[in-house]
């Protein structure tokens, strides 16, 4: 039977984001403090680390049991994830989301890992954080930086079953109703992407580009802005010349007219 500990710090960017941390098998002390020097020192003693957002929640009791088997029995491995339900506000019914990616260059195009599912092995999470020093970039997302180094420098453990329900908020870091917002979330999303591809030599840039481009033209079709979504759809033809792609961006282009007319 392992003890637990739980680490509760307020993130002061998102008022509606609280972070709960469990550290697993460690004789915990009382302690008042919850500043992050106490939290990385319990850290270093506990194997585990699990992550579970306020505004998310776990429904399966084993959850945590059954991953920490797993990474006992599989030593290659960083971490291990599984899938969740994905809930929306005015919608009918769950998603069921997250999976199967573990290997970097399929993580690099599609993140399928739900934070609030994952377990990691702590010695690794050091290591991660000694050779990216993610502090000293401007990434507004702490997870997907993690995926795609622990895909790199060790494996990736996948389990099926969903444990967890992650709620889609309206406002938060990846979502909101201000197209600047997310148009600036975007580029902060691929910059994480093109650091990666830098970094380990996958030859991804061009592709990683373009999908930038089309990311965004995706976003701003859903507005009447023709002038910029203009702008980037010329950046975007500038890129990549696939007659799929753009076909895709034209229809973004069409969209926002349409959206205007109306």
Not at 91 to 111: A, M, Q, V, Y
Request: glycine share 4%.
């Amino acid at each position: 039977s392992a003890d637990y500990v739980y680490g509760l710090y307020h993130h002061c960017g998102n008022t509606n984001f609280w972070l709960m941390l469990k550290l697993l098998k460690y004789n915990h002390f009382r302690i008042k403090k919850t500043k992050l020097p106490y939290f990385l020192t319990w850290m270093k003693k506990t194997p585990y680390s699990a992550f579970c957002e306020g505004d998310d929640y776990w429904i399966d009791p084993d959850k945590l049991r059954r991953q920490v088997q797993y990474l006992d029995s599989n030593l290659e491995c960083g971490m291990v994830y599984t899938r969740c339900y994905r809930t929306e506000e005015g919608k009918s019914r769950d998603d069921i989301w997250g999976g199967p990616k573990t290997e970097l260059k399929d993580l690099l195009f599609d993140n399928t890992i739900p934070t609030l599912t994952v377990v990691v092995r702590n010695e690794v999470e050091f290591r991660y954080f000694d050779d990216v020093m993610p502090d000293t970039h401007s990434w507004k997302m702490g997870d997907y930086p993690r995926w795609l180094w622990y895909a790199a420098e060790s494996k990736i453990g996948y389990m099926n079953k969903p444990t967890s329900v992650y709620r889609v908020l309206p406002e938060s870091a990846s979502h909101s109703k201000s197209l600047d917002k997310m148009l600036a979330f975007a580029d902060n999303f691929y910059d994480i992407k093109r650091y990666f591809d830098q970094k380990y030599n996958l030859g991804q840039s061009r592709r990683l580009e373009q999908l930038r481009c089309s990311h965004k033209l995706a976003r701003i079709s859903r507005t009447d802005d023709v002038s910029r979504l203009r702008a980037v759809w010329v950046q975007a033809i500038g890129k990549d010349n696939r007659n799929l792609l753009i076909l895709r961006n034209w229809f973004y282009l069409l969209r926002c007219i349409g959206n205007k007319l109306h």
